[in-house]
């Protein structure tokens, strides 16, 4: 596609369940990164992943959080037993691997953890 | 990656010239200075980056000072869309797998 797009865009989900958002990067695209912005906060860092290099996982705030891209371009985030601080909007960007290369943004995935 | 510092917010005239200024004094030679803005409710847009030399495209320019410690984007006829949080962000052009550290950016409300 034209550019980043991520699904959901509105998750609602109850305390304890399971979910999964995804994003579908550029085309050509090989460095995906996903960010987390609270409400009225900056972005916080999660994790990056560049071609086939293990991924840099130091932002993943807790174990319940997990990321995997497959077939180096789809990307699922995945977070288990979600508590209300998790609620944010999750977002998404991809970019070529030189190392000058802007980002590129979806719109992101709101989660509402109720 | 250097830190970054920006001023909370700021205000500009519709028409007018935004400077949004940043500083990165514990900049080091081989990182870029990039400039994003985030609209509210959408995703971070990439505005401009450079490394030494001035840089201008079609949304800005950019004006680094000759140490480096400091540069200012500046918008030259700010309208209302222009109603963003603007970031400073300093990289690495090392090509090793360094994300982007956002700050809290500057807040510009661009005024009718």
């Known amino acids: 596609g034209a550019g980043v797009s991520q699904s959901p865009s509105n998750k609602v989900t109850e305390k304890g369940k399971d979910v999964e958002l995804r994003c579908d990067p550029i085309?050509?695209?090989?460095?995906l990164y996903w960010y987390r912005q609270s409400l009225g906060q900056g972005l916080e860092f999660l994790i990056y992943?560049?071609?086939?290099?293990?991924?840099?996982k130091s932002g993943l705030p807790s174990d319940r959080f997990s990321a995997e891209r497959t077939g180096g371009s789809v990307s699922t985030l995945t977070i288990q037993r979600t508590q209300q601080e998790d609620s944010a909007v999750y977002l998404c960007?991809?970019?070529?691997?030189?190392?000058?290369?802007?980002?590129?943004f979806g719109e992101g995935s709101r989660l509402t953890v109720l | 990656d250097a830190k970054t510092t920006q001023p909370p917010s700021m205000d500009c005239a519709e028409g007018r010239a935004a400077n949004l200024p940043c500083n990165h004094s514990?900049?080091?030679?081989?990182?870029?200075v990039y400039w994003y803005r985030q609209i509210h409710s959408q995703g971070p847009q990439y505005i401009i980056h450079?490394?030494?030399n001035n840089e201008t495209n079609e949304m800005a320019s950019l004006i680094i000072t000759e140490d480096r410690k400091s540069s200012t984007l500046i918008l030259p006829h700010a309208t209302l869309r222009d109603t963003a949080v603007y970031y400073c962000?300093?990289?690495?052009?090392?090509?090793?797998?360094?994300?982007?550290?956002f700050g809290s950016g500057t807040q510009l409300t661009v005024l009718p």
């Open positions: 960007a991809s970019s070529y691997p030189s190392t000058s290369r802007e980002l590129f």
């Open positions: 085309s050509g695209h090989t460095a």
């Open positions: 992943f560049q071609g086939n290099s293990a991924p840099d």
């Open positions: 514990t900049i080091s030679g081989n990182e870029y």
């Open positions: 450079g490394l030494k």
């Open positions: 962000i300093v990289r690495l052009s090392s090509g090793s797998a360094r994300q982007l550290t």
